[in-house]
């Protein structure tokens, strides 16, 4: 893995059509009325809502989003009818998201698909997930998705101690107080997460011991065990209760983003333009095949407007 660097490196094409030639690759690793409505008004926790039934789509990190249902297997909306404050804070509670910050309705994050499930919810500030609080039932509304509605919440992750917002110690927000991580059992599918919710890239280092200093207040999480796939740091297991762990085992984060660049050189048949756009077409197909590409890449065009020169003298 290349971290914050370039590299050469040549790679040999062979690709009838094109020219000897030389090009660069880029890959970048890149809530409701509180009044009588005269309507029904149904408890979720009668209806046996499944658990893990609730997403965020479409955000700028996992704490915002379209917000989406499951039910009966199926994912759908929320009607931004009566949508406001009080149940988008239920769902940032339930997404393991700090305060919320906005209630946001009209399709905010786009229009989504399958059933508009819920509308006309009433919740309250005790209801710490979205199935608690009452609604006039499942599908029984009138809305299209251009009234889906939307949250943004307080991210409950930080990174602090480094001039970059993408690295540094994790500390947790927890009955309104910022606290660490210990570095009892902290590693990269835990810092993944991390990296991951808060918008910063890939995982490029995991850091313990305090190596971003030592942090303040309550260690509020230790022995964090994620998978990787969690929205939040706070929805992977760990332990709670009093420990013994000290900040100077405080845990730490280094993320962002991998660029690589490679030379490569392609060989073929004499009077061929190698700029042509089919050619440079089929090469990116083939090239992003090769090397096994997940993330995005992009042919460097020169000052002259082309990407394919012809090479001269030996390859350095």
Known sequence: MLIDGLKSCALLVDYCDVLSAVWTLILTAPIHCRGSTGKQVISHRHLGWPEASLRLIN???????????????IWGTVCDNGWDLADAAAVCREMGCGDVIEAKSAAHFGQGSGPVWISDLQCSDTDSRLRDCKSSGWGRGSCGHEKDAGVICKENVRLV???NPCYGRVEVLRAGQWGTVCDDGWDASDAAVVCKQLGCGTLLEVKSAAYFGKGSGTVWMNNVNCFGNEPTLMNCSYNATPNRCGHEKDAGVICGSVKVMLRVEVKANLGVDPNAAGIISKLSEEIGKNLQINGAFSLKTQTDGKIFHKRTGAAP
């Not at 700028?60 to 009966?72: I, K, T």
């Open 59 to 73: 955000g700028h990190n996992s704490c915002s989003g379209r917000v989406e249902v499951l039910y009966n297997g």
């Open 161 to 163: 101690s480094s001039a």
